[in-house]
């Protein structure tokens, strides 16, 4: 099936400005959505992904701004167009799940209230027929319509909640829908049947997933492609099985390692050291300091994200040096 | 609901009781004969007979106690009996007054809203801003000038040069419009600043973000979803603030001469016409309580997330 790209990335960079100095909190990262397809973002907490979801969207708070890059939504970029056609946009062509299902709903306004207004918003339909869709929407998701159409958001349950925003965010849709850590409040028992729900939604409609996760074990479970992300970069993206059953970055390695479905049978490994602060980030290979495979260059200039095999691609000089090889005896093997 | 308003106006019976004895209490202490004062006003020579049967035609022997019950008996009836000075009826008069009171308070109500509205969102959206600082030096100064004082500061300045301005007596917005002012624009700072704060935060709520995520206009994020949320806390501290509404028309309808209720009431108290007090003391009280018993219920609209009747059985 030829892949149809969707939502082109191109060396996007955010950063803050505080008055304690400039944060790159994203900082020229490229990638591209296909059809139907998964894009995770993996990283931890302060690494830059859910910036970048704002990023996409333009609504990155005050004092943050985008300083450079494409977000290409077919041929357009989106980062040129005017305020009002941004608008446009967001929620129709390009929908954002929260963290926090609570937060993705007024708390004083029905939930289906706010299904109307987004609907009557984008589209030229009337009431009834937005209330028809509505009610179709939150049936496709599982929820008696009826019922959760009248209720406020504190009279539903988190998983039911998470089921409506996903509704609602695919209530138009979108082409691009954005994920935002949208399992991590739930628990464990919901956190599949939402993933499984967002796994069917993608199958059945045509849209494009960028979830945004710590949660490796849910990327693995729902993602086709992988990008791992340390301080404001991309370090290591491929295809899933790539990324996770051959992993180039140590980054991505130590990753793995630290956690339970990976590290099967070992004893788990924390990723040493702390997290960088993202205002004094290390010279060069943001990584450096916790890296146990680390080489004299790796404190001068940042290596960049380059080929190793097919559309897999790593930021290692360890890779980009000695690997060369490993790929050769790699590719012999295979 | 039904139980929760039944419970409520079953409350009210003590607290009115409570306002009406204590302001008989407080007439009784503050020195001044109504006798006296009568006799005086009359040219009539203050002998100790003359002053008996002036008490006793006023009603106030007896001790205090028993005086009261017989005045709450009477006004349990209806009958708040006669001012000591006109001989009208209190209810009567009263009642011929208050359309004016009202008149005043709505339109220190209206100019309280807008100025409220208007300093608080603008205030929000621009923080740290020149408007955010002109708003609040606005509301410093709504805040700190008595009312009396902005309301001669008003006649002098606004008045006095402008043909259109009234400041004397009622006569349509041409002598509302001062009057309302000055009650407004005292009330309005503390809402305004509650306003600007209450709305910073819920601004900065995921769901504001939510909201524009899908693409809702700015003024529907700010209008609608925003505001909503925000008015909720200042609505707790609108029940307290019908009662500077109330107090405020006394003092403004002194200065500009508005025949309203506050006037009357700042007259009797003059004269020690202990009905006319009391009359006023109810009535207000009355307003006060019901305005709060409303703002209440109306909770229940602006957050659903507030149950009623559940824990306030009390």
């Given amino acids: 099936m030829p892949q149809r790209t969707v939502l082109h990335v191109k060396g996007l960079s955010t950063s803050f400005n505080t008055p304690e100095g400039i ?14 397809r998964c894009l995770a973002l993996i990283g931890e907490s302060g690494a830059g992904k859910s910036v970048t979801a704002l990023s996409l969207l333009r609504l ?60 009557l918003t984008h589209e030229p339909v009337s009431k009834a027929t937005a209330r028809k869709m509505t009610f179709a929407k939150l049936t496709g998701v599982g929820l008696p319509a009826e019922q959760v159409y009248h209720s406020y958001p504190f009279q539903l349950s988190g998983g039911m909640r998470q089921r409506a925003a996903i509704a609602l965010a695919l209530a138009l849709q979108p082409r691009v829908l954005i994920a935002d850590e ?46 791992v992300i340390y301080a404001g970069r991309i370090v ?69 994200l380059l080929g190793a095999a097919g559309e897999h691609r790593v930021a290692c000089y360890r890779f980009n040096t000695l690997g060369i090889k490993s790929i050769g005896t790699e590719a012999v093997r295979a | 609901m039904k139980r929760y308003l039944l419970n409520r106006l079953l409350i009210l019976i003590p607290v009115m009781l409570g306002v009406c004895f204590i302001t008989f209490l407080m007439v009784e202490l503050t020195p001044g004969d109504p006798a006296e004062i009568i006799l005086l006003k009359r040219d009539i020579g203050v002998t100790p007979e003359a002053l008996a049967v002036a008490r006793r035609q006023l009603g106030m022997e007896g001790p205090v106690l028993q005086r009261f019950i017989n005045w709450l008996g009477r ?52 923080p740290r801003t020149a408007i955010d600082h002109l708003s609040r030096l606005t509301a410093l100064l709504g805040a700190s000038l008595p009312s009396f004082y902005l309301g001669l500061l008003l006649i002098c300045y606004l008045a006095v040069p402008s043909p259109y301005l009234q400041v004397m007596g009622l006569g349509g917005l041409s002598h509302l419009l001062l009057p309302s002012l000055t009650l407004g624009f005292g009330l309005a700072a503390v809402y305004a600043r509650l306003l600007r704060s209450s709305l910073l935060e819920v601004l900065q709520l995921d769901f ?79 307003i006060y309580v019901l305005v709060n018993l409303a703002v209440d219920i109306s909770y229940r609209y602006l957050d659903p997330r507030i149950k009623l009747g559940r824990k306030e059985t009390g």
């Fill in chain 1, 60 to 119: 990155v708070p005050v004092p943050g701004k985008i300083t450079g890059g494409q977000v290409c939504l077919e041929d357009c970029d989106l980062l040129k167009l005017p305020t009002a056609a941004m608008r446009t946009i967001r929620g129709k062509e390009m929908a954002l799940i929260f963290q926090d299902p609570l937060a993705s709903f007024n708390p004083v306004i029905t939930v289906g209230s706010q299904f109307v207004e987004t609907i």
């Fill in chain 1, 23 to 36: 944060v790159r909190a994203v900082d020229g990262i490229s990638f591209t959505l296909q059809q139907n």
């Fill in chain 1, 182 to 227: 949208p399992i991590s409040f739930l628990d464990v028992t919901l956190q599949l049947q939402i993933l499984g729900e967002l796994k069917r939604q993608l199958e059945e409609n045509r849209f494009t997933l960028l979830l945004i996760t710590h949660d490796l074990a849910a990327a693995s479970t729902i993602a086709d492609d992988v990008a």
């Fill in chain 2, 208 to 286: 504001i973000r939510a909201a524009r995520a899908r693409g809702l206009r700015e003024a529907v994020v700010i209008g609608k979803h925003a505001l909503r949320n925000a008015l909720i806390p200042l609505v707790t501290v609108f029940g307290i603030t019908v009662g500077g509404l109330l107090g405020g028309t006394v003092v403004v309808e002194q200065v500009f001469a508005w025949p309203g209720v506050g006037r009357l009431a700042v007259q009797a108290i003059f004269d020690r016409d202990i009905p006319v007090i009391q009359g006023y003391a109810l009535f207000m009280a009355l």
């Fill in chain 2, 75 to 126: 006004a349990a009836r209806g009958d708040l009996g006669y001012s000591y000075t006109s001989g009208e009826a209190v209810a009567k008069e009263i009642f011929r007054r208050l359309p004016a009171t009202l008149e005043l308070a709505a339109g220190g109500l209206l100019v309280m809203l807008f100025l409220a509205l208007s300093l608080g969102i603008l205030a929000a959206l621009f």
């Fill in chain 1, 236 to 304: 290591e993206q491929g295809p899933l099985q790539q990324v996770f059953g051959r992993p180039k970055h140590p980054y991505t390695n130590a990753l793995l390692r630290s956690h339970p479905s990976f590290g099967r049978g070992r004893r788990l490994e924390p990723v040493e050291g702390p997290s960088p602060s993202p205002l004094h980030l290390p010279a060069g290979c943001a990584f450096h300091p916790r890296c146990p495979e680390m080489l004299p260059c790796c404190c001068n200039a940042a290596p960049e």
